[in-house]
C-alpha cells in the first residue's frame, strides 16, 4: 500500500526517540501547507502513516523532527542555551506515491542523518 512512514533513532542513547513532535508539509510553489502531525512512540515510530492512500501525492515534502525539546527533555543538552540541533527539517521527493517512502531520523544532540529506508 502506498504510505509514507517514519521512525526516530536515538544514538546518542542507543534507543528510539520517543516522544518526538512531527510535523510533515507538503511544498506547493515554495509554499508550506501542513498536512500532517503527531508524536513517535515508544518504538520511535508513529502509530500510524503520516500519509497514505490517495491523501499521498507525489511532490515535495518537508517532515520536521523537533529533536531540541525531546533532548533538552532526556538532559542531554544544556536548557540554559540554545541547543545546537533544535528543529531538523528533512525536505524530501515523492516521485511514485503508489510505494512506500519511510524517511527515518538517525539523530543526536550535534548531528543527524537520513536515507530512504525500507
Known sequence: MSRLTTHVLDTARGCPGQGIKLELFHI?????????SGHTNADGRCDTPLLQGDAFRAGVYEL??????????AGLTDTARLPFLDVVTLRFGVADPAKHYHVPLV????????????
Request: hydrophobic residues 30%; without cysteine.
Open 107 to 118: 539523530v543526536t544532540p550535534w548531528s543527524y542523518s537520513t536515507y530512504r529506508g525500507s
Open 64 to 73: 520536521d523532527f523537533h529533536v531540541g525539546d525531546y533532548f533538552a527533555g
Open 28 to 36: 506547493v510553489d515554495n509554499l508550506r501547507h501542513p498536512v500532517a
